[in-house]
């Protein structure tokens, strides 16, 4: 049962403010999608027949956004004793409208606001996300509201078949699939990502106009493509969006490299589970809602580099595959303008992905710069899955995650018993070989063949010569 929350609460007054002031007002969209599914919504929007001026002037604070869409943002209204109601999210509160003709594929040309409920619905983009509730209908305690889901329904205003669509689990285009995906090609996406987060299925004629158009999604920004990517590799239902979204033909639009692991076959002794598309879509099945986004996007692209180094020789081999793979993955972050910090982590667990492996052979020193990495835990979370998605032997990511737990931080990174002033002091004149010498010397440090700064020296100095 869904509680009510401040959020719920607060958008409830603005509801009553609007109609006691004589206008139309109900959530609408996406938070009565979501309560009719006994999902707690995210945010709750209203839909109301007063204008944008009306609306600023009626509540104490308020914020216009989208005036060009007539969206206004209403504060909520701290209770006496209550500051922190500044921390709520405010409620955006838009008017009526209808969305005029589209030229770009991106936005309507103008917005005509209207004092129809129902042409508002009209330009919502699927029936689930087309439904009005009026939470005062009843005039109960809204407790009971939503405890009641028969109560709820009843007030619903739906104009599009937007109920029996959410009991059937369909994604179906309000009005002509075809020319809705037409309007505005960031549907595309938007229907996978439903589909995919609440296990519906897309109906058949959206589904055949999504078909035919997915070779339009070029039109929309890379940034607003790769934010909805993002949002379906997070939202726990990652297989079914890329399942759909290769469904549905978006996939080699949006992403080609991904596309090719198709048929890409690998080995079975290492591989039993299939080919390197079945391989990624056992992997995305394991994220978790809310997961990091940078694992999410490094559990898509870690074997990017197989499908142009498959070879056969005497077996299936992808020799180079990290390599190849690192250079795809940074043209695919460049071209969705991940930010460096974002780039440099997919990257890193694309490089290292393979490496688990070897860590039971590796010196010390190679196993505590290994843990450095930054979020090893990622590091961690890949392997696993990569290994659950293959053979299920976690025995490498036991050794490793049993190291890695163990080891106190001062041992994975010391303070460094020698710096260049150091260096500099016992006569070295300062150079390139600096650095050199002083990984050497922090390896050694590392392997606990050096425990002092006298040691350390010493170290250096039958190493490199001496000073001077
Ligand atoms: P989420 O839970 O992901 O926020 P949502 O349904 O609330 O899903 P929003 O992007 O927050 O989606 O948009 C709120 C509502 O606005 C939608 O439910 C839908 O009615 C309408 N809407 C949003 N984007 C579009 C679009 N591109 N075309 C048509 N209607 C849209
Ligand atoms: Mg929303």
Same mark, same amino acid.
């Given at each position: ?131 009005? %509730?009026?939470? +005062?209908?009843?005039?109960? !305690?809204?407790?009971? &509201? ?5 109560? #709820?329904?009843? =007030? $619903? ?123 990624? %879509?056992?992997? +995305?099945?394991?994220?978790? !809602?809310?997961?990091? &986004? ?5 559990? #898509?692209?870690? =074997? $990017? ?164």
């Amino acid at each position: 049962m869904l509680p009510v929350t401040p959020q719920f609460d607060g958008a409830c007054h603005i509801l009553a403010t609007l109609r006691a002031a004589g206008y139309e007002a109900y959530l609408a969209g996406g938070c009565v999608r979501d309560l009719l599914l006994g999902r707690e919504p995210e945010d709750y929007d209203i839909a109301t027949s007063a204008r944008p001026e009306v609306v600023l002037d009626m509540f104490p604070r308020t914020f216009a956004v989208g005036a060009h869409f007539g969206v206004v943002l209403v504060a909520h209204e701290a209770e006496p004793g209550q500051p922190e109601a500044a921390s709520h999210k405010p409620t955006e509160v838009a008017t009526f409208r209808s969305d005029g003709a589209y030229s770009d594929g991106r936005r309507p040309d103008e917005v005509r606001y209207t004092l129809s409920a129902e042409e508002d619905v009209e330009r919502r983009d699927f029936t689930i996300n087309g439904l009005l %509730l009026d939470p +005062l209908r009843g005039g109960g !305690p809204l407790e009971q &509201l939503l405890a009641d889901p028969e109560q #709820l329904q009843a =007030d $619903v205003i739906d104009h599009v078949g937007g109920v029996a669509d959410l009991r059937a689990g369909i994604v179906r285009a309000i009005g002509r699939p075809e020319r809705r995906f037409e309007e505005d090609h960031l549907r595309l996406l938007r229907a996978v990502r439903f589909a995919a987060r609440f296990g519906f299925s897309i109906e058949p004629a959206t589904h055949a106009a999504m078909r035919h158009l997915a070779h339009r999604i070029h039109a929309v920004s890379r940034e607003r493509v790769r934010d909805e990517l993002s949002k379906m590799l997070t939202e726990g239902r990652a297989r079914r969006a890329f399942e759909l979204l290769d469904d549905t033909d978006l996939l080699v639009q949006v992403l080609p490299e991904v596309s090719r692991m198709k048929g890409v076959a690998q080995p079975p002794q290492f591989h039993p589970e299939g080919d390197v598309w079945v391989h990624t %879509l056992l992997l +995305l099945e394991q994220l978790e !809602p809310g997961c990091p &986004l940078t694992l999410a996007w490094g559990a #898509l692209l870690h =074997d $990017v580099g197989k499908p142009p180094t498959f070879r056969v020789v005497e077996r299936i081999r992808f020799d180079g595959h990290v390599e190849v793979g690192m250079a795809i993955g940074t043209e695919i972050c460049r071209r969705f303008r991940f930010s460096n910090d974002e780039t440099r982590q997919i990257l890193a667990l694309i490089q290292h992905h393979m490496r688990f492996a070897d860590a039971g052979r590796m010196k010390a020193s190679t196993l505590k710069r290994f843990f450095r990495l930054e979020s090893f835990d990622q590091h961690l979370a890949l392997h696993k899955m990569d290994c659950m998605a293959a053979s299920g032997n976690l025995d490498h990511w036991r050794f490793v995650r049993e190291r890695y737990e163990a080891m106190p931080e001062e041992e994975v990174r010391p303070a460094p018993l020698l710096t260049g002033r150091e260096l500099i002091a016992a006569g070295y004149r300062p150079g390139p070989q600096f650095k050199e010498m002083l990984h050497a010397v922090e390896d050694a440090q590392l392997e606990g063949a050096v425990t002092t700064p006298e040691e350390a020296l010493r170290w250096v100095t039958e190493r490199f010569g001496g000073a001077g």
